[in-house]
């Protein structure tokens, strides 16, 4: 058991890396922290941004190798649609008009940065 709760730190730990990588690499783009780790019933979203006048709601996924599949594909339909309903939960509270992008930041274990623009 204490094995498994081990396991669940450091999955998060690295998850919250893969996010501030992911928050870093954008700002250097240009982009705006709006929020990070909005949570709400319908899901969590990793990264409000703004780019321009655009609201920007990036999911980051971060894979140490693609022996199981890429981070990319590991952005499923089901994962899409909690993502959307988190989305639009957040623009219910905030009650913005403006334009929205939903992208993807998938790193991988070598570092590499694979920013997806309208991903879906």
Known sequence: MLGSIKEKAAHLVRGKNAEGQAQDFLVGKGLKL???????????????????RTLVIVEVRYRKSDVYGSALESVTASKQAKIIAATQHYLSTIRRDCPLRFDVVAISGNGSINWIKNAF
Do not use: A, F, T, W
């Not at 899901?43 to 780019?51: A, P, T, V, Y």
């Open 34 to 52: 709006v929020s990070r780790n909005y949570r709400c019933k319908q899901g969590e979203l990793d990264l409000i941004m703004n780019d321009g």
